[in-house]
C-alpha cells in the first residue's frame, strides 16, 4: 500500500508557475506508474500528466502539453508537476496518484491517491 501526500499549491496569476510536489511512502516507489489529476468545481476529475516506473515515457492532456512537466526521483520517492504559463483554467485541486500499471491515463487505472492541493490562478 502506498500513501502519497501532495504540497506545493496555492494562488498565482495567469502566465504564472507553480510546482507540486508528491512524496509516497509504504511500498517500493519504482513499482508503479505515477499520474497527476486534477478536479474544478462541478466537473469531474480529470486526468492531467503521467509518468511510467522508470521514468522514461510521460504522456500529458491537451490542455496542458508544452506548459506543464511531470517528472520523477525513484531514489526520493517523489513525483513533481511544473506548470507553467498557468491559465485561469487550470484552477482545481490537483491529486496525486499511483498505478501498478505502467503508466495509465484513466481514472479508474489508479489505486492509490494523495489529499489534493488547492490551485488557484488569477486572471
Known amino acids: 500500500q502506498v500513501q502519497l501526500v501532495e504540497s506545493g499549491g496555492g494562488l498565482a496569476q495567469a502566465g504564472g508557475s507553480l510546482r507540486l510536489s508528491c512524496v509516497a511512502s509504504?511500498?517500493?516507489?519504482?513499482?508503479?506508474?505515477m499520474g497527476w489529476f486534477r478536479q474544478a468545481p462541478g466537473k469531474a476529475r480529470e486526468f492531467v500528466a503521467t509518468?511510467?516506473?522508470?521514468?522514461?515515457?510521460?504522456y500529458y492532456s491537451d490542455s496542458v502539453k508544452g506548459r506543464f512537466t511531470i517528472s520523477r526521483d525513484n531514489t526520493k520517492n517523489t513525483v513533481e508537476l511544473q506548470m507553467n504559463s498557468l491559465k485561469a483554467e487550470d484552477t482545481a485541486v490537483y491529486y496525486c496518484?499511483?498505478?501498478?500499471?505502467?503508466?495509465?491515463?484513466?481514472?479508474?487505472?489508479?489505486?492509490?491517491w494523495g489529499q489534493g492541493t488547492q490551485v488557484t490562478v488569477s486572471s
Open positions: 496518484a499511483a498505478t501498478t500499471a505502467i503508466i495509465a491515463e484513466q481514472v479508474a487505472s489508479y489505486d492509490y
Open positions: 509518468i511510467s516506473r522508470r521514468g522514461d515515457s510521460r
Open positions: 509504504g511500498d517500493t516507489f519504482s513499482r508503479y506508474g
